[in-house]
């Protein structure tokens, strides 16, 4: 069993800056890909930032280019989202995500926190 526990949302003005926070715990494999995804009102979930266990990181060109940094804690079960700048339109429910990697089969299995709600007024 995988739990996804997100902290550091909260509310901010327009220019502003939050920090969130993620720790998994459980039967967490070697080799994952940890991430945070966003889901504005009405739309769809999508990708912010991903970071797999061995720090490559990929950023989502479209979505708050310059203005978020993911990062991974030494214990390698935390990861951070820090979220500069920020906009109207970056409101949204914030979700912690990791995809395990089982060895030498290809499957993968995704884990979902409850989600951190960013909410940024103008």
């Known amino acids: 069993q995988v739990q996804l526990v997100e902290s550091g949302g909260g509310f901010v003005q327009a220019g502003g800056s939050l920090a969130l926070s993620c720790a998994a715990s459980g039967n967490i494999f070697a080799l994952n890909v940890m991430g945070w995804y966003r889901q504005a009102p009405g739309k769809e979930r999508e990708l912010v930032a991903e970071i797999d266990s061995n720090n490559v990181i990929n950023y989502a060109e479209s979505i708050m280019k310059g203005r978020a940094t993911i990062s991974r804690g030494n214990d390698k079960n935390t990861i951070a989202l820090q979220l500069n700048s920020l906009k109207p339109e970056d409101t949204g429910l914030y979700y912690c995500?990791?995809?395990?990697?089982?060895?030498?089969?290809?499957?993968?299995?995704?884990?979902w926190g409850q989600g951190t709600q960013v909410t940024v007024s103008s």
């Open positions: 995500n990791l995809i395990q990697l089982f060895p030498g089969s290809g499957r993968t299995r995704a884990h």
